[in-house]
């Protein structure tokens, strides 16, 4: 079997280099000739890239959002229906359109492993409402845990599927929700898609009305020490937006024990995946 740029089992060269643990020992063990091993560098150089491949988009993020200035906001709505319409419903579909399989599992895998941690620190919630549900992974990982499970989407080609499969959704923006009583409010990979100011503090306050007093905020995504935009499409619209660690604590100040997760699982893979750490936040 040939060894894929996104193998998880990787080893350090003691350098700070990190290459595909099966490269490595092969060309220790296996006699390799000096063109043979540079080869296989080259891969290394690729591992590499790869692991530098947030920092870059961090850097360039930096530089269009206070230097370079001039992007608009895109407009959602129109946005994800566009994008429903172009997936397949899979979960691999919901963060790419072209996603790898196996690099969509790991993902999704590496947060369920800190949601489950978070959760048995916690405890179990009985009513689960999930925002940005897009192909439904979290409601049928609540689901599967035993909560009843309410889901958000924006889009209506992704809300009409996910009807087919669960009873309880509502179709419309985070910010315009009108809904209370919940447990627990997750929301992986959504809020940082809210790029306009104001609606995502609307959207905070909406979370803030759903979720019990005691009830449980988990949302996915990258909290970087500086606001920034991240994702820009071919009209040079943003549609992904990191709020900093400040601004999350400032908007979150009458909560309880807001914290932050690393999700390093994610970043020991040879791959690019969203965004993935967690912020948990009692209410
Ligand atoms: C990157 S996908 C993540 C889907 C899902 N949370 C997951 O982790 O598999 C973002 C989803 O949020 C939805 N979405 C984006 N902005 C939204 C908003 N303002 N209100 C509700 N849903 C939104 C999109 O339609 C899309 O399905």
Redesign the pocket.
Known sequence: MTARTTDVDICSTGRGWRVPKSCYIAAMNSGFSDADRLKRSALAAVALRMGWWRGFKLARGYWRTYIRKGYLPYE?SLW??A??SAADGS?AS??ELSADPLVSQYH?AT?ETLILRVLHTYGMPQRVL?????????LNFYQRLGCEVTG????SE?ARRLRERFSQIEQ????D?ELSGFDLV?????MF??VDDD?HRR?ISAIGQAIKPGGLLIV?GGFPLISVNVQFDEDSQVNKRLRSRRYWRQELESWMDVRFIRNRAAREIHAIV?ESDLLIAIR
């Open positions: 959602p994800w229906e994008y429903h979960d919901t963060i999704y947060i999930d925002l940005g549900s897009g192909a439904g992974h979290w958000v989407e924006l889009s992704a419309c923006h985070i910010a929700m997750n929301a992986i990979g959504v898609h809210i609606a959207a996915g969203p």
